[in-house]
């Protein structure tokens, strides 16, 4: 099966974010929106880990952004603003009006 990465749709901020609160395997709760991860137990080798996941899966952000603001709503923030656009089909060219004259006056 060939892999096409433009035609996959890059997974949604709250699907990439369960990922993080698997990890922290939690029998509690879940963190709130505006809970420190760290607090949670999230240490930077788990947070290696799943920055280089969301990588993967084409969610351009970095080790240091995670690092910098460890809560659920700055991330969730980072994911929305990283994922990338759909593709957009390529533009169709229509011919231009001096190379519609010269292939009549031929």
Do not use: C, Y
């Given at each position: 099966?060939?892999?096409?990465p433009s035609t996959?749709?890059?997974?949604?901020?709250?699907?990439?974010?369960?990922?993080?609160?698997?990890?922290?395997?939690?029998?509690?709760?879940?963190?709130?929106?505006?809970?420190?991860?760290?607090?949670?137990?999230?240490?930077?080798?788990?947070?290696?880990?799943?920055?280089?996941?969301?990588?993967?899966?084409?969610?351009?952000?970095?080790?240091?952004?995670?690092?910098?603001?460890?809560?659920?709503?700055?991330?969730?923030?980072?994911?929305?603003?990283?994922?990338?656009?759909?593709?957009?089909?390529?533009?169709?060219?229509?011919?231009?009006?001096?190379?519609?004259?010269?292939?009549?006056?031929?």
């Open positions: 099966m060939t892999h096409h996959q749709h890059p997974p949604a901020p709250d699907e990439l974010l369960r990922a993080v609160t698997d990890a922290l395997r939690s029998d509690e709760t879940p963190p709130g929106e505006d809970d420190s991860l760290i607090a949670w137990g999230l240490d930077s080798i788990t947070l290696m880990r799943i920055a280089g996941g969301w990588r993967k899966q084409g969610v351009r952000v970095s080790f240091a952004e995670l690092a910098k603001e460890p809560t659920l709503r700055a991330w969730r923030s980072l994911l929305t603003a990283a994922r990338p656009a759909p593709p957009t089909p390529p533009l169709r060219r229509s011919p231009s009006p001096t190379r519609a004259n010269r292939s009549r006056s031929r």
